[in-house]
Nanobody, 126 residues
């Protein structure tokens, strides 16, 4: 059974930083073939794509986080990370990680992802 578990969320003031982690289980022998993504959903808004990293380590970001957020992965630890710097109130949301069984593909399309975590809350105050 595949599980993704996010951690690292919390409350920070504007300009602060947080690092989110997403630990996977059930993908021990294939984790490095999965492309991974981060999504977020603010209250009253639709879920939006934040970033992705392919099985080869190529990353993409939505424009509003480009230069502030960094996505990385440690295949040995089956863990995905999202380093968030210069956080702003508009970054407040529930953050979700997701895994997609499409090596080399980076996608903002939520429907393409096979597995999802339960989310971790990020709150940024002004």
């Amino acid at each position: 059974q595949v599980q993704l578990v996010e951690s690292g969320g919390g409350s920070v003031q504007a300009g602060g930083s947080l690092r989110l982690s997403c630990a996977a289980s059930g993908l021990t022998y294939s984790y490095n073939t999965y492309s991974l993504g981060w999504f977020r959903q603010a209250p009253g808004k639709e879920r939006e794509w934040v970033s992705c990293i392919t099985s080869f380590g190529r990353t993409e970001y939505r424009d509003s986080v480009q230069g502030r957020f960094v996505t990385s992965r440690d295949n040995a630890k089956l863990t995905l990370y999202l380093q968030m710097n210069s956080l702003q109130p508009e970054d407040t949301a529930m953050y979700y990680c997701a895994a997609m069984n499409r090596p080399g593909v980076c996608s903002a399309g939520a429907a393409l992802y096979n597995y999802w975590g339960q989310g971790t809350q990020v709150t940024v105050s002004s």
